[in-house]
């Protein structure tokens, strides 16, 4: 069995009010990190140099330019030839960094695909046919994320505030990198295609704050959509309504959580965004077909 070193947030992020926290790293072949994963977002910039990317026990190129976020609960290192190197920057946040307001007040719901609609793409398609930037948007990229260290670095007055914004500036970026790269490669009609994305891009958003009370008002505000249009548009598409993604999201979160951790069921219930542990139980077994319990015991 391949042992994942679990890392979490408390270890790097001092102030859960402001969840950021980013540095420069240099790895090679003798020096890598061990096989990990963490309950934070971690957004990886390609400085320079040549490795490869494990994850999910497949390995994947990288090469300078290149950019990716690792979900909470994934796991990934990086192996590295003997004389090879490579530079890169770690950005960890945790969602909330960006706050759902903003999304609505600045009118950004539609421009955060990178963040919201690629890392939850099929692990292939999302190494595979990763980000890689060049050119402005390389030297854009990197000097917005070298900004971003100096004002952690300095934690002068506003700096917090800084940082968010220019988070906000860099996921937009990266989203409108992704999607000119990603333009044209649809075969299905613009009508679907346009159905598909916003399926996706509230799936990705519910991915984010699964453990937040979301309410349907709150995603027909943001994607300016009318309930009757989201339900019918979700059923369509996912094949399910949106409270029965929500459930399956959190449900998902929550097998993770009883295999990765020894916290009790009423502990993952309410991480996972349910406030009465007997709901949650109840809806466990009738979408696992065993108890929260049972389901530890016998994985």
């Given at each position: ?9 408390s ?17 090679d ?8 994963g ?8 390609v ?7 494990v ?11 290149d950019?990716?976020i690792?979900?909470?609960?994934e ?47 099929d ?12 050119g ?23 700096c917090?505030?800084?940082i968010?914004?220019?988070m ?5 970026m ?13 075969k ?55 409270v029965?993604?929500?459930?399956q ?15 009790k ?12 542990p ?22």
């Amino acid at each position: 069995m391949i042992m994942v070193n679990l890392l979490h947030s408390s270890q790097y992020i001092k102030e859960q009010s402001f969840p950021f926290w980013i540095r420069r790293y240099f790895h090679d072949h003798e020096h890598v990190p061990q096989l990990h994963g963490h309950d934070f977002v971690e957004l990886v910039y390609v400085v320079r140099g040549v490795a490869q990317h494990v994850f999910a026990g497949s390995h994947y190129e990288l090469r300078a330019g290149d950019v990716f976020i690792i979900n909470p609960g994934e796991a990934h290192t990086y192996s590295i030839e003997p004389g090879q190197e490579i530079e890169i920057i770690n950005c960890l946040f945790m969602p909330d960094l960006i706050q759902s307001s903003w999304l609505l007040d600045l009118g950004i719901s539609q421009s955060m695909d990178y963040f919201y609609v690629h890392p939850f793409l099929d692990k292939r398609e999302r190494f595979h046919r990763r980000l890689n930037l060049n050119g402005q948007d390389a030297v854009r990229t990197l000097f917005l994320l070298e900004t971003l260290m100096q004002e952690f670095e300095s934690r002068q007055s506003g700096c917090e505030t800084l940082i968010r914004l220019q988070m906000v500036e860099l996921l937009i970026m990266l989203s409108r990198a992704y999607g000119q790269a990603e333009g044209g490669n649809g075969k299905t009609t613009v009508r679907s295609q346009s159905k598909q994305l916003l399926v996706r891009r509230i799936c990705g958003y519910l991915e984010r704050y699964y453990d937040k009370k979301v309410t349907i008002p709150d995603l027909c505000e943001l994607f300016n959509i009318s309930p009757r249009q989201l339900n019918r548009i979700f059923k369509e598409t996912a094949g399910m309504s949106v409270v029965n993604m929500i459930h399956q999201i959190r449900i998902e979160r929550a097998k993770h959580l009883l295999l990765e951790t020894d916290e009790k069921v009423i502990t993952i219930a309410g991480r996972v965004g349910y406030e009465d542990p007997a709901f949650f139980s109840r809806l466990f077994q009738r979408q696992v077909g065993c108890s929260p319990g049972k389901y530890r015991e016998s994985s």
